[in-house]
């Protein structure tokens, strides 16, 4: 099992910043991905950004150039700096990870609680 423990979340004003910080822990023998996911009231859960273990980057449209996701591979630990928030960006922010499972010979993902971010105008 892997334990994810998100943490950044809050409030903020239209125009402000916030960074999520998402620390893995337990089993793991090699994660190759890792990134966040939102859920505002009423949506589904979409894709924020992923980073993987090489350091490739994915973003959603409507985040691109004001939010940027790193990793500390070291740490298992991957960060979201979040700029310009708009009150759209306001939802549960979900980590996510891949891992491999040696024992049982597979890829693995796991959630984390979620953190809120509440962006007011």
């Known amino acids: 099992q892997v334990q994810l423990v998100e943490s950044g979340g809050g409030l903020v004003q239209a125009g402000g910043s916030l960074r999520l910080s998402c620390a893995a822990s337990g089993s793991i023998f090699s994660i190759n991905i890792m990134g966040w996911y939102r859920q505002a009231p009423g949506k589904e859960r979409d894709l924020v950004a992923t980073?993987?273990?090489?350091?490739?980057?994915n973003y959603a449209d409507s985040v691109k150039g004001r939010f940027t996701i790193s990793r500390d591979s070291a740490k298992n630990t991957v960060h979201l700096q979040m700029n310009s928030l708009k009150p759209e960006d306001t939802a549960v922010y979900y980590c996510?990870?891949?891992?491999?499972?040696?024992?049982?010979?597979?890829?693995?993902?796991?959630w984390g609680q979620g953190t809120l971010v509440t962006v007011s105008s």
């Open positions: 996510k990870t891949r891992t491999y499972s040696p024992a049982l010979a597979r890829n693995l993902e796991f």
């Open positions: 980073i993987t273990n090489l350091g490739t980057t």
